[in-house]
T-cell receptor
Framework: RKEVEQDPGPFNVPEGATVAFNCTYS??????FFWYRQDCRKEPKLLMS???SGNEDGRFTAQLNRASQYISLLIRDSKLSDSATYLC??????????FGKGTLLTVNP | EPEVTQTPSHQVTQMGQEVILRCVPI?????FYWYRQILGQKVEFLVS????????KSEIFDDQFSVERPDGSNFTLKIRSTKLEDSAMYFC??????????????FGEGSRLTVL
């Protein structure tokens, strides 16, 4: 089983759509969870941390279910600028990050 | 805003040659990392470095790889004898320290290595 597994995508959505990304992780001892975005040939950039209680940042909502080892990201009212690859990232006790392969999102006008 | 800087942005080298990738982490950060991303694949951890020594390394980080912080500001990754499969984007990252949200990693823009 892959350490961090994401929807393979790609996702193509029109502007204004709601899009959801799913992710599962295999190491139950993982301590922290994140969504990063990565633009083509650029570095990963932190989008948001993910907390067990769920958290929201504007149009972005992240959820974590530790029991099922599942993480999600919801983007509402998607914009052209949201087009990127979304990376599910898990951190262990040693602060090492384990990345999923990412899901490519293209928002179309 | 402070940032992690990497040089070169792109390096082309012949198989078997030595390559040094350079990074300047954010100035007050204590923990340093190298990650790599082969084209079309996921970002993979290579090595972490703290207090002038390697704290953890992955299976990828074999004897051909080494890291150094020679002067208190630069953090370098050396590949002694490059192989075709070393072609990738190499990202340097740093973080301030433990505790609270200060665990965030800040990534540089990456150095693209092409081995011919």
């Amino acid at each position: 089983r892959k350490e961090v597994e994401q929807d393979p995508g790609p996702f193509n959505v029109p502007e204004g759509a709601t899009v959801a990304f799913n992710c599962t992780y295999s190491n139950s001892a993982s301590q922290s969870f994140f969504w990063y975005r990565q633009d083509c040939r650029k570095e990963p950039k932190l989008l948001m941390s993910v907390y067990s209680s769920g958290n929201e940042d504007g149009r972005f909502t992240a959820q974590l279910n530790r029991a099922s080892q599942y993480i999600s990201l919801l983007i509402r009212d998607s914009k052209l600028s949201d087009s990127a690859t979304y990376l599910c990232v898990v951190r262990g006790s040693n602060y090492k990050l384990t990345f999923g392969k990412g899901t490519l999102l293209t928002v179309n006008p | 805003e402070p940032e992690v800087t990497q040089t070169p942005s792109h390096q082309v080298t012949q198989m078997g040659q030595e390559v040094i990738l350079r990074c300047v982490p954010i100035s007050n950060h204590l923990y340093f990392y190298w990650y790599r991303q082969i084209l079309g694949q996921k970002v993979e951890f290579l090595v972490s470095f703290y207090n002038n020594e390697i704290s953890e390394k992955s299976e990828i980080f074999d004897d051909q790889f080494s890291v150094e912080r020679p002067d208190g500001s630069n953090f370098t990754l050396k590949i002694r004898s490059t192989k075709l499969e070393d072609s990738a984007m190499y990202f340097c990252a740093s973080r301030a320290g433990t505790g609270g949200y200060t665990g965030e990693l800040f990534f540089g823009e990456g150095s693209r290595l092409t081995v011919l």
